[in-house]
């Protein structure tokens, strides 16, 4: 039996980001929407211990945060007639507040609140930290925490941002066409970042299958929307290519289990072929060379289409990251591609990689450099070297799953 902690655990996973959504659509009021959503599940941590989990947990909190956010118009002195207007709306979506989140409809709240998010007026950390808050329902310490400042610094941001929204009469709204392409690279981002933040949890085990789904969910939306874009193809077929992955990737305990050791047997064949299916849409509409989504779901088809860990075709792998490192500087494709090369032409070459990456302190914070430079000392035999590496990344990993496995390594190259 779920115990009340749980359960409004798994309420503000899957209601946060809706409950938010809503709020602001109807009040146009970005703080008053995330404020009254956090009372409404401050209420339920006090009240479901003593009360009992209600049935329906999307409309009780709804319910409190209904009320939270028309005391607070009254309050402030809001029209009555726009009070009413708010209450009737927000009554009228109680009738509606725990419908499947899969439904397909363009006019959809989220892919509003994507849209905001990622205006070409805000800054591109502004909209990453944003969606972060917003969207993924990170705390703010926790946004402060993935972009290395402080959590008083990054509040003063977050009100920035909300502020500008405000005052330069940012549309709650998908755009039209015609403004679609301005806005799709920052869209694109932001569907993935909250992809991967459910797929690599930042707190806890390693999977949020609640943020993985609302990531296919708008990616689904936004393929519908633009079926000819051949990044938002390759976005859709690079996130259902580990999708189909998943339920593979922890065993029954919720330990990590790492890709070569994972059973191919019990991944989803039907989301892997759509995904391959849409992964060939994509690159025939790529006139000009595949983009970043689209060479990124190439290389997760290949992991995900070999028969066997060992039949996978790295030097493939090898050769579509050298095209995504063309076009896309970024230190985590540099790793990645380290870890290919590693595969593909011994850990002693990936490795001099690594080293160099390191040398030049770009991600000097992230847990999986040195993860990777320890994972390929212990296949080198190199053991002592293999656990100073595991500690620095055990010092810098924030992930529970990811914490036990790379302990569990550590465990084994000091065991003798």
């Not at 490192?325 to 090369?341: D, E, G, K, W, Y």
Request: charged share 25%; aromatic share 4%.
């Amino acid at each position: 039996m779920t115990s009340p902690d749980d359960a409004v655990g798994a309420a503000f996973a899957q209601e946060w980001p809706r409950l938010v959504a809503l709020l602001i659509r109807v009040t146009g009021d970005w703080a008053l929407a995330e404020d009254c959503a956090q009372d409404a599940f401050v209420a339920a941590a006090r009240t479901w211990p003593r009360d009992g989990v209600p049935q329906r947990p999307g409309a009780w909190l709804l319910t409190v945060a209904r009320r939270r956010a028309l005391d607070r118009l009254r309050r402030a002195g809001t029209e009555r007639r726009t009070v009413e207007e708010v209450a009737v709306d927000l009554d009228r979506r109680l009738t509606s507040a725990d419908e499947p989140t899969s439904r397909d409809d363009l006019g959809d709240d989220r892919l509003r609140l994507v849209f905001t998010c990622c205006h070409p007026a805000l800054s591109p950390e502004t909209q990453v930290a944003l969606t972060l808050r917003t969207v993924c329902g990170l705390t703010v310490e926790e946004v402060a925490r993935a972009f290395g400042l402080a959590e008083a610094a990054m509040s003063k941001r977050l009100v920035r941002a909300r502020q500008k929204i405000s005052t330069a009469r940012i549309p709650y709204r998908v755009p039209p066409a015609h403004a679609l392409p301005e806005r799709l690279g920052g869209v694109l981002a932001v569907v993935y970042l909250l992809f991967t933040e459910g797929y690599v949890a930042t707190r806890g085990g390693l999977l949020r299958a609640d943020l993985t789904a609302e990531a296919v969910r708008l990616g689904r939306l936004l393929a519908t929307l633009m079926p000819d874009e051949p990044e938002v193809l390759g976005l859709l077929a690079l996130m259902l290519f580990h999708d189909a992955r998943r339920t593979s990737r922890t065993d029954a305990a919720g330990r990590l289990v790492p890709l070569d050791q994972q059973d191919r047997s019990a991944w989803d064949v039907a989301l892997a072929e759509e995904a391959d299916a849409l992964l060939s849409r994509a690159r025939r509409r790529s006139g000009d060379g595949p983009g970043p989504y689209t060479l990124q779901a190439a290389i997760a088809g290949e992991h995900t289409t070999a028969p066997s860990a060992a039949a996978t075709d790295w030097e493939a792998i090898v050769a579509s990251y050298d095209e995504l490192a063309r076009t896309t500087a970024s230190p985590f494709v540099a790793l990645n591609r380290a870890i290919a090369v590693a595969m593909a032409h011994g850990p002693e070459q990936g490795l001099v990689l690594v080293d160099g990456l390191a040398a030049e302190g770009v991600l000097d914070a992230y847990h999986l450099l040195p993860a990777t430079r320890a994972d390929l000392l212990r296949r080198l035999g190199r053991d002592d070297e293999a656990a100073a590496a595991y500690r620095d990344a055990l010092r810098l990993v924030t992930n529970d799953a990811e914490r036990e496995h790379l302990a569990r390594r550590l465990a084994e190259v000091t065991a003798g």
